[in-house]
């Protein structure tokens, strides 16, 4: 099996989002000054940015294994049991991300023909987000899954 990468797919494109939001709240923060009159677009497209950059920020998350936990009931557990513990939590999660990501399918079709307030797009675009979101994390929570057979891998991952 190859070793994860140090940067992933998910984790550029969260980077990517975080510093074309950056440059929009400095527009924003500029705009508000007398240098120049701010345009009217950039405080909804910093709020469409943040909500992609978390949105794909969470499947990083996933693919290392940060997410936030109380362990010290399963750390009572043996090795074998604490495994098999982990696979059910990611199993009824994958169920939960699979439900999420209908409702951003349905929700993507409803907004389809709404028009954003201020941007030349349709709100489906914004809410594509937990949509697309959605198929990172379950790739991510499949793959540790199934990384999980490997009885030589550690259960915890490394803090």
Do not use: C
């Not at 996933?62 to 750390?75: N, V």
């Amino acid at each position: 099996m190859l070793p994860e990468r140090k940067y992933s797919f998910e984790g550029v494109v969260a980077s990517l989002l975080f510093i074309a939001l950056l440059i929009v709240v400095m527009i924003q923060i500029f705009g508000r000054t007398p240098l120049f009159a701010g345009p009217v677009w950039t405080e909804e497209l910093a709020r469409w940015l943040w909500v992609w950059m978390a949105f794909i920020a969470i499947a990083e998350v996933e693919r290392t294994d940060r997410q936030l936990r109380m362990g010290f009931l399963s750390e009572m557990l043996p090795a074998k049991y604490q495994r098999g513990l982990f696979t059910l939590i990611d199993i009824a999660y994958l169920g939960i991300m699979i439900h999420l990501s209908w409702i951003g399918y349905k929700t993507v079709l409803r907004t389809w023909n709404n028009e954003a307030v201020t941007l030349p797009t349709s709100d489906a675009a914004l809410y594509a987000s937990a949509f697309v979101a959605s198929f990172l994390i379950i790739n991510r929570i499949l793959r540790r899954i199934f990384g999980r057979t490997d009885l030589n891998k550690n259960v915890e991952p490394s803090l």
